[in-house]
């Protein structure tokens, strides 16, 4: 219920319980979190590893921490006892809706798409490894400015994995292309 923007979210499993998730919260009366991730297991150990990833992300990002601070935290919790070497790729942006200013980091996760001056381009830059695998290492945070009418397009491999009856994956391109 916020006229400022339109967020618009969905998640259909194809399988079984697994580690996706996305995540979308104010943090305060101007900035609005966004996180997608997708940790490297299937199951119910993925799902509570998500579940922690996704509690963990979530209290540092709201405690006000930068976002590259805030996904550092979360590393560092993430690898101590990981004895499974699970590990989530992550997006994760905080977006400045008074002045379409948005800090993010991406930890290995698929790049997003930005609509901006009416074309596609992709996000490719990379903050770091995905969390939960080394403790110690930074995440560099980027920033964009946004327009009014720019949209951002987040998603998770199961998008560009997806696989026809002869098995050719959906790819980059064919979602560039369907967006």
């Not at 590393?75 to 004895?83: A, I, K, S, T």
Request: a negative charge; hydrophobic letters at 40%; proline letters at 4%.
């Amino acid at each position: 219920d916020r006229p400022e923007f339109d967020l618009y979210a969905s998640m259909e499993p194809v399988k079984e319980v697994g580690g996706d998730f996305y995540d979308f919260f104010m943090v305060d009366d101007d900035h609005l979190a966004l996180v997608i991730a997708d940790v490297s297991d299937k199951g119910v150990p993925a799902a509570l590893f998500m579940m922690n990833a996704k509690a963990l992300v979530k209290s540092y990002i709201e405690s006000g921490m930068a976002i590259g601070e805030a996904i550092e935290n979360a590393n560092r919790q993430l690898c101590e006892g990981n004895d499974a070497s699970m590990f989530v790729t992550l997006f994760a942006g905080v977006f400045d809706y008074g002045t379409g200013h948005i800090d993010y980091v991406n930890a290995g996760h698929n790049p997003p798409l930005l609509w901006h001056r009416d074309s596609w381009e992709w996000l490719k830059q990379k903050s770091g490894l995905p969390l939960g695998l080394f403790d110690g290492i930074p995440y560099e945070p980027f920033e964009r400015q946004l327009a009014a009418e720019d949209m951002l397009y987040l998603y998770t491999d199961g998008v560009t994995e997806a696989m026809n009856e002869r098995g050719v994956l959906f790819g980059e391109e064919r979602l560039e292309k369907t967006l």
